[in-house]
């Protein structure tokens, strides 16, 4: 055997010797994924078109599809082509306990990225930007949040909306009763139904919601704003390795241009289960996000 040929041979070797000492540096997410043999979504089942039932009560939506591009990735660094993808469904109140202890492993949704969750969970880029704004119907009169004094109005628990609305009761000096659904199909029905003046919440959500009623000309979302707020899919605090294969991931879909595709078949085309197309054109603060990805969350 010739010098060079003990060399190569050597170097495979070790090579083989080395593919178990890199699984074995696999932690947090990714680990839990390995050892398992699955990885579970968490999923909403109201939040259109974001992550939401269809027809036939399965999760389809914007957040769904990108989050799916994360699950291919995750099979492709694990060389695990048949991981099972279990899918569990969440609400506004349930999604960051159950991500903490590890019931779900990616939260696909309409959660904003905010300092405070920071605190205690993880975002990937930003993937949508909003404004929390309320949605009335046009017989009522209502245009501005100021409207909304001594109204009774619904929100949607466990949602930023609430904290926002409160603040601004104080500082706009109006007095306000909340009723809370536990989602926002809920909430929206609320309205629907006349329980409520006005519905407080993300204005592509309440788009949403409206483009499911059977009269969607009956219903307005104002232009006033209580803030505007990133969107992100939901990890685990604190997992480096999990939270970089988001990042490369999504990124890369940003970068390709894969993008604009995935948001014109949510956002700009008609969408099951009513086939209604939102017309929700890309904002600059959205083709911003795109072009420079980041996971900045709002104050």
Request: hydrophobic content about 40%.
């Amino acid at each position: 055997m010739s010098r060079i040929t003990r060399i190569a041979t050597a170097v495979l070797a070790a090579s083989f010797i080395a593919a178990p000492a890199v699984a074995q540096e696999l932690t947090g997410t990714l680990r839990k994924i390995r050892d398992t043999g699955s990885i579970t979504i968490g999923h909403r089942e109201a939040s259109i078109p974001f992550s939401y039932l269809d027809d036939k009560q399965q999760p389809i939506g914007y957040a769904m599809d990108l989050c799916m591009k994360v699950v291919d990735a995750v099979k492709a660094e694990l060389k695990m082509p048949n991981l099972k993808v279990a899918l569990q469904p969440v609400t506004s109140a349930n999604r960051i306990p159950l991500l903490q202890n590890g019931t779900i492993d990616l939260e696909c949704g309409s959660t904003t990225n905010s300092v405070e969750r920071q605190k205690t969970v993880a975002f990937g880029p930003t993937y949508f930007v909003i404004n929390v704004s309320a949605a009335a119907k046009k017989s009522s009169g209502l245009k501005t949040l100021a409207d909304l004094n001594g109204k009774t109005i619904s929100t949607t628990s466990g949602t930023t909306a609430v904290p926002l609305l409160k603040k601004y009761e104080k500082t706009a000096s109006i007095d306000v009763k909340e009723i809370y659904g536990k989602d926002h199909a809920e909430s929206m029905q609320l309205l629907a139904t006349d329980r409520v003046a006005a519905f407080v919440m993300d204005d592509i959500l309440l788009a949403g919601q409206i483009a499911n009623q059977a009269n969607p000309g009956e219903y307005m979302i104002f232009s006033e704003s209580l803030r505007t707020e990133p969107y992100s899919m939901m990890l685990r605090r604190d997992d480096p390795q999990f939270k970089g294969l988001v990042d490369r991931t999504i990124g890369a879909i940003y970068k390709s241009g894969e993008i604009n595709k995935i948001y014109a078949k949510w956002f700009t085309s008609p969408i099951p289960p009513r086939n209604v197309n939102l017309n929700f054109q890309m904002t600059p603060a959205i083709q911003e996000a795109f072009k420079n990805p980041n996971d900045r969350g709002v104050q």
